[in-house]
């Protein structure tokens, strides 16, 4: 018996070591990002991972100086903000209706959704169409496609979470005299808040790192971070500390905004998709 | 479902928002490349649209970068579906045994996939840069200088390096859906595996690989898609180079859209929903036979 | 049932729709101010620099601000900063200069020209057929007349349909070569220009004597391959005379050629021989240069634009540098040195939201003072009829021309797209495809992708013939 116990315990051991040393060699590109923006443009071209010889702070002055980082940021603030704003509004209400409304229309509807996941979005016809409405190079273009784009998958993760609030509520809610609309925004709604965050922080990435809607259909005055670091790398193109520094510009917001969620987003997001 | 009059208390309206955004900039538009891709419409001749036949699907069999574009596509599909998700599972068995540090694992393994494609396609370029990246330099450190390779600008190794780097930045995701799998597997199967003496392999193959299969086909139907219809990787690492070697279906569309050939491209963007369609709707099936059979 | 709660259902859905709209017209009037004007981008830190001293701004006129964009490199090279350094000191107007990288500035313009959101002028190739002419507006200034008509159709910076100015040429004509290390050659006992072949094969082997890599290519970026190509552009017509015309019209296809065939695998010899960098694939053009300069290379081919950048970055040693002429043919009457016309053109969109401000700026850039200034930064000889700088590659190159050496001559790109004058044939990516010849495709592919891709283009250009 003892022996077999300390063989597991020993197992274990070797287990944890194992998958430490595959996470660091995971994340090592991050390290060798962070470490690299804080040196000279010669240091960094050798993407050591080592410390600097001198933390230069200036990078990030230099690079908030040079790569539009407030326009980049308040753009996808606009864009993330109003996106988010109305697919959370629109996904809702749409799989609301489908979770009650059992009727060949709502199933229909839903299907529609569903293909949108594996439907290519045709990005040619939506440029003519664009073109027509003349929302080109325009907030207005850009939100109209991503809002559709995000259709789909948030329908798909309220439908599912919708599941689990239970048509008692609703009969309550009536009872008590609720209109249609009092009955979604007050009773339901705020007991959708897991699928609602995990919903406000996929959209919350996928538009801010979208690329190929705002490569089509706008200029560099309207990208978001990410897109304005493929321009900025386009004109360092060597100097890598500049670019790294960039990077982790970038991605701060992201990453914290994961960090915040990310408890509601794991429940969310499985709670639809396993059973589903 | 039980049927609750409609007009009473829940409205059909509420559809409407979501609906109309997505029929007029999502559904329209494809229906439209229908049309679109019959077409000759170019950036030369903006306000002329004909219809011409054939012509663009004749061009595109003409073309060599198109089954380029064909072949590219595939093999990076299957190759990273198969390794991010035999990676995921592994990663993901392990995760769940309750050790030390846990979350902060899931939180490492999570994070490239919040990251946008453009800055991990950097990071990339530099881990591949033939001199000074950190993986030719490591491979000459330990001896292996001969294998250090150009991998992003030898045709040989392009293709292979943007499959790492996609695996990296959404291993994440089936990590996070695996684990969310495995622990809806009771406790007391594994304890009755125990007692009766399953080593780990016999419990992986007959405990949790047949109880998490949906995690397994929606995974697999998700990566799949992605793959199928991958274009910021590839653009943002190689941009279809060297001389259209990494080419895939996404950003030939893009290519052909920069040239000026708006109906071109439609036509080649209607063949590639025809195929993602196609195979996505076969491998549901394939799937959903495998989940019984299991 | 027409009761309250039908009422109230229209109420419900005319909310939400209401408050979507309003959102998106918020949406809408945050961008209302944004097409252009004064959006912050690039370079604008260079571009809104403050007025001089000794400027004047008319007091009657209100500074307009107008839009300008080019490509990257073009905007690094310095030439058209300094001209609207002065423009904005002379005028007190602004310029917004938007700066796109290289490899998308072709298909952002076109796509601004097709959706009408476009700048007021931008910069690029000077060929009127690479574009619409209904999206472009005629241009009339001063400087026109000091042009050669017949010069101006051939390169396009005049219709041939209605022979009208549509591009400003200020950028220098481009004379193609050989770029040298001096004391290399000294080293190797051998000097240019290579008259035959085999002068140059035997000139690359005494090099590679000296344990230097004769000839180092710049393949990362894609546009340099096809210089190698260019200048043997006399040689190739002079073994086939129509081939220019055959392929302009689709009457042959490019691996249907024996003379071409022939010339790409003289061409393609050097990396068999090994007198070639293996790492082509990863060398930028500034590597390239580099190793032209500390001597790990003695020559590479360029063109006389890359003057401006050894004179900039390494001053001290660019008079270490010459530029002579290659005949890839064997008999010395075939050695030809291919000069284009101008390199870059200012044109100005139909839909130009300042388009009186923008043809005056245009005009301003073409005059005499200012295209000196421009010269001083960029060395060359200039299609506009001015006086400028040249470079001393330009003396010696023009040199072998004037002294019956070399003959000057079209190269087979410009030739296949003068065939047909106003064809508005579309050559493709020439540069691409041979490039991936140099990277192992064998010649046949090679040549059918390029005709692929060209014939495709073309097609739907509506290009007679195709």
Known sequence: MNSSLRKQKYGKRLLELAVFLIAAFFIFPVWMVVVNSFKTEKEAAFFGLGFPDKWQFVNYAKVFAEANIVQAMSNGLLLTGVIGALALLFASMAAFAISRIGTKFTSFAYYLFMSGIVLPSAIIPTFFLLQRLNLINTYTGVIVVLLSMTMPVSVFLYTGFMKSVPKELDEAGIIDGCGKLRLFFVIILPLLRPATITVMIFNFMGVWNDVTTQLYFSNADKWTMPMMVYRFQGMYSSQWNLIFADLILTSIPVVLVYMIGQKYMVSGMTTGAVKG | MKKYSPSRFYTRSFLLPALTFYLVFFIFPSLLSLILGFTDWSTYRITEIHFNGLDNFKMMLDEPIFATSIVNTFYFTFVSVLLTNVLGILIALVLNMKLRLQSLYRSVFFIPTTLSILVIAPIFSALYHPQFGPINQALRAIGLGFLAQEWLVDARYAMNSIVVMAVWSSIGVTILLYLAGLQTVPKDYYEAADIDGCGFWQKLRHISLPLIMPSITVNIVLSFVGGLKVFGHVYALTNGGPNDATQVFGTLIFKNFGAGLLGYSSAVGLVFTMIVCLFTFILIATMRRLEIEL | ?466
Not at chain 3, 151 to 170: H, N, Q, V, W
Not at chain 3, 391 to 404: C, K, R, Y
């Open chain 3, 1 to 466: 049932m027409k009761t309250k709660s039908a009422r109230t259902k229209m109420k419900g859905a005319l909310t939400v729709f209401l408050c979507s709209v309003l959102v998106l017209l918020a949406a809408a009037c945050g961008n209302g101010g944004d097409n252009g004007k004064a959006s912050p981008s690039v370079g604008s830190a260079a571009a809104s620099s403050e007025p001089a001293a000794e400027s004047s701004a008319p007091m009657d006129k209100e500074p307009v601000t107008i839009t300008f964009t080019t490509f990257n490199a073009w905007w690094a090279s310095g030439n058209i900063q300094k001209a609207i350094e002065l423009y904005q000191a002379e005028t007190g107007n602004k310029v917004d200069a938007q700066i796109f990288p290289d490899d998308q500035f072709v298909n952002i313009i076109n796509t601004k020209l097709a959706s009408g959101d476009t700048p007021d002028v931008f910069a690029i190739w000077p060929n009127v057929t690479n574009f619409n002419k209904d999206q472009l507006e005629p241009l009339d200034g001063p400087w026109t007349e000091k042009i050669d008509l017949e010069r101006a159709k051939k390169f396009g910076y005049a219709s041939i349909e209605d022979g009208k100015y549509y591009s400003a040429p200020y950028g220098a004509n481009s004379i193609q070569g050989l770029i040298y290390n001096k004391d290399l050659f000294q080293q190797a006992g051998i000097s240019g220009p290579f008259k035959t072949y085999q002068e140059f094969l035997d000139a690359c082997e005494a090099l590679k004597k000296i344990g230097v890599t004769p000839l180092v290519l710049s393949n990362k970026e894609g546009w340099t391959t096809q210089i190698l190509f260019y200048t043997g552009s006399n040689y190739l017509a002079a073994q086939d005379p129509n081939l220019a015309m055959e392929l302009a019209t689709n009457k042959a296809k490019p691996s249907e050629k024996p003379a071409l065939i022939d010339m790409v695998n003289r061409v393609l010899a050097l990396r068999d021989k090994d007198y070639t960098n293996d790492d082509h694939l990863s060398t930028t053009i500034a590597m390239a240069e580099q190793a032209l300069v500390e001597g790990k290379t003695a020559m590479i081919f360029g063109g006389d634009w890359l003057y401006a950048d050894f004179d900039k970055n390494y001053k001290d040693k660019v008079d270490s540098l010459g530029m002579t002429a290659v005949n890839w043919g064997d008999d010395a009457a075939d050695l030809g040195i291919t000069k284009g016309g101008s390199g870059n053109g200012l044109f100005v969109p139909k839909n130009a939201k300042n388009k009186e401000t923008a043809i005056e700026f245009i005009d301003y850039v073409m005059s005499d003072a200012v295209m000196k200034a421009m010269y001083e930064i960029v060395p060359g000889v200039n299609d506009a009829g001015i006086e400028t700088k040249a470079s001393s590659w330009d003396a010696e190159m023009q040199g072998l021309i004037d002294s019956g050496t070399a003959k000057a001559t079209d190269n087979i790109i410009d030739a296949i797209r003068n065939a047909v004058p106003g064809s508005g044939i579309d050559v493709g990516d020439f540069s691409g495809a041979m490039r991936s010849l140099w990277s192992g495709k064998s010649v046949d592919s090679g040549l059918n992708e390029w005709y692929a891709e060209y014939s495709k283009l073309s097609k739907v250009k509506k290009v007679p013939g195709f």
